[in-house]
């Protein structure tokens, strides 16, 4: 059973930092591109990061310099460094999957796997 936890949500202020973690279990995560979304509410699920299996990353431009993605495949576990937050980052953040080694779609329709995702709000 495929299982995306996502965990390191909160509330700070803005400017502050955060580091959301998502552990992967039941299938061999190393080899599939791995992306952060996020839902504010009102709005639409939007993709914030992307790495791609050989660690390549693809950012949205609303938080390049400010957002690092990563991966440490030998713990099977995704993150997403978030500095100088702005009120404007306050969502809902999502991992998931995509079902191939290079993500070549930022639609969320495409992503397989989901995690239940964690709240994140910034105050100003």
């Known amino acids: 059973q495929v299982q995306l936890v996502e965990s390191g949500g909160g509330s700070v202020q803005s400017g502050g930092s955060l580091r959301l973690s998502c552990v992967i279990s039941?299938?061999?995560?190393?080899?599939?591109?791995m992306g952060w979304f996020r839902q504010a509410p009102g709005k639409d699920r939007e993709g914030v990061a992307l790495?791609?299996?050989?660690?390549?990353?693809t950012y949205t431009d609303s938080i390049k310099g400010r957002f690092t993605i990563s991966r440490d495949n030998a713990k099977s576990t995704l993150y997403l460094q978030m500095n100088s937050l702005k009120p404007e980052d306050t969502a809902i953040y999502y991992c998931?999957?995509?079902?191939?080694?290079?993500?070549?779609?930022?639609?969320?329709?495409?992503?397989?796997?989901w995690g239940q995702g964690t709240q994140v709000t910034v105050s100003s």
């Open positions: 998931a999957s995509y079902p191939g080694p290079v993500c070549t779609q930022w639609a969320p329709s495409r992503y397989n796997y």
């Open positions: 039941g299938y061999t995560a190393s080899t599939h591109c």
């Open positions: 790495i791609h299996y050989n660690g390549v990353t």
